[in-house]
DNA sequence: GTGTGCATGTAAGTGGTTACATGATTGA
DNA sequence: TCAATCATGTAACCACTTACATGCACAC
């Protein structure tokens, strides 16, 4: 335990968090921006096959990726009036980053955390009509979260820069119509169910 | 601040996780079983559509609940040896779980953390054939995946008690399915990408 | 007699959320 | 002038994981 308080803390004693990776990803592409803009940003792309982090991460994630040197940033820029707080990437964390993008040779088990399936898991507990009003209401959100990919896939269109997040955005789409005709099937499933 | 040691704790003060839900949950299938027996059958069918916690989080999950009353738990039958502890819900329990199985009309939104997505999406930081190899792998681990649903759905077969559980594994076969076919057509997307 | 599976639990730590607090800017 | 959006941050808390510790039973 000698030498409590190193000035410069050794690039990285611990692996970050997909979390971290994620918003440095964010921040890959080009441009600059703010973490409420990373928040938005988070919210209509990544959280159709990652997840968004609440803004209040977004916040913590950007000053850790600060102090390691990942990214920099500078406060409200001459032209713009308000109090706000701009993130760029730095070389050394685009170095970092392509890392860890080509350092696995697995990404990864997916990790899925279905709430109406757990319902339906339970569904002796609770009545046939219940349970397909869940499925139904279902179907509807997922039709709106349809709609809301092909938005932002459409916003990607033709952007050379953003080739492989309309590529993730077309999976992204493809995966919600299949939720849909599972659950579709799921109904038929339900109906066929011995009272 | 008054009373802090009352004998009978209120029914609920806080809402409790889904995670509780999913335990209570699991043994609200006809029998008792021990937490580790709770982890064992997670891992064999929760986990395809909700997840498995860990062990650790299992007994405390048990403790929590037995505080509330929603199970009893006994140590090693008569016959059994070993320093086991048998878990079975109450009527209490059974009733709370099928409250909160009935009550919203809304499951809430599925969460899905698709690791490989995400490295998908940051594609334009490595090799087009780093990525490809990624998509492989996925698609070999969701194979294996895919036979165990099958194994587990076969268990289950005909049993009345596991009607619905056997939905919810017959969502998961076909999600599985699914989700190869997407990695499928995502190889190709990815070949189409100039270089 | 040794490793694997069964079985339970503690301790420490991280990751992440919600709620709260603050204030400037924009447009109706 | 009032509400919504932009913008940042703190504090408290909880859910959950990893690593560790322990010990019995059984098969090879």
Do not use: C, N
């Amino acid at each position: 335990m000698a030498d409590q308080h190193t000035s410069a803390p050794p690039p990285a004693d611990r692996a970050l968090p997909a979390t971290a990776w994620a918003v440095l990803g964010l921040l890959s592409f080009p441009g600059e921006r703010t973490g409420y803009e990373l928040k938005k940003w988070a919210d209509a792309s990544l959280r159709f096959f990652y997840w968004s982090p609440a803004i209040s991460q977004i916040y913590a994630e950007l000053r850790r990726l600060e102090s390691l040197g990942y990214v920099t940033s500078r406060r409200s820029g001459p032209e713009e009036p308000r109090t706000k707080r701009t993130y760029a990437i730095t070389a050394l964390g685009r170095g970092a980053l392509a890392d860890w993008a080509g350092s696995a040779q697995d990404a990864g088990a997916a990790v899925l955390k279905h709430p109406l399936l757990l319902r339906v898991w339970l569904g002796h507990l609770t009545s046939p009509e219940h349970l397909r009003a869940l499925v139904v209401e279902h179907i509807a959100r997922t039709k709106g979260e349809l709609k809301e990919v092909m938005d932002a896939g459409a916003q990607a269109e033709g952007v050379e820069a953003w080739a492989h997040p309309q590529i993730a955005l077309r999976w992204s789409e493809r995966r919600l119509k299949s939720e849909l005709e599972l659950a579709e099937a799921m109904l038929a499933d339900l109906d066929e169910l011995p009272s």
